[in-house]
């Protein structure tokens, strides 16, 4: 029998599985990755913790005792927000002090809560040009938010914005939700 001259046919075939290799680490690498910021964006933006805190601020808004007043209303038109207060709830000091023991039950920082137009443009035109206001945390929030041109499929004219603080591990955290209001 004779022998066959296969000295370069091993390297060849080397080289092949390699660049096969790279070429499928490189394909999982470019969508694993962006897999793992998004991951991390949902670790801090609208998470489940905030979403079920800014509901119950929610209920607060479109409580009958929450005034919000035509005044109010031309001024999230022009600024493209106003900031909640429960100075504005209607009635006795007890539904007061049940609206800021919400909030400090929810975390929520009680000097960053918007009500903004359902459409987010006005309120990212008024974040862009006016940046000293807004730490760049929620400016990151505020622009990751999707552009919503139409109105709400449920009838809803406003959004809440709410910043929560939390602490875990002994480090300080902000996160951060939005949820539809109707008023």
């Given at each position: 029998m004779r022998k066959l001259n296969n000295k370069g046919f091993m390297l060849v075939e080397t080289l092949i599985v390699a660049v096969f290799l790279v070429t499928i680490f490189s394909i999982l690498y470019t969508n694993f990755y962006p897999l793992i910021g998004e991951y991390e964006r949902r670790e801090f933006?609208?998470?489940i913790d905030s979403k079920y805190s800014i509901y119950w601020i929610k209920r607060i808004v479109q409580s009958g005792s929450y005034?919000?007043?035509?005044?109010d209303k031309t001024t999230i038109d022009r600024n493209g927000f106003i900031k909640f207060s429960c100075n504005n709830i209607i009635g006795d000091e007890d539904q007061k002090a049940t609206c800021q023991e919400t909030l400090?039950?929810?975390?929520?920082?009680?000097?960053?809560?918007?009500?903004?137009?359902?459409?987010?443009s006005d309120f990212k035109y008024a974040v862009d040009n006016n940046k000293s206001s807004y730490d760049e945390d929620l400016r990151e929030y505020i622009n990751y938010l999707p552009e919503?041109?139409?109105?709400?499929?449920?009838?809803?004219q406003f959004?809440?914005?709410?910043?929560?603080?939390?602490?875990?591990d002994d480090n300080d955290f902000y996160s951060y939700a939005t949820i539809e209001v109707k008023k």
């Open positions: 933006y609208d998470d005034r919000l007043t035509e005044a400090t039950r929810t975390g929520a920082d009680p000097n960053n809560i918007y009500i903004i137009d359902f459409v987010t919503f041109t139409k109105g709400s499929l449920n009838g809803a959004r809440l914005i709410v910043v929560f603080h939390n602490t875990k």
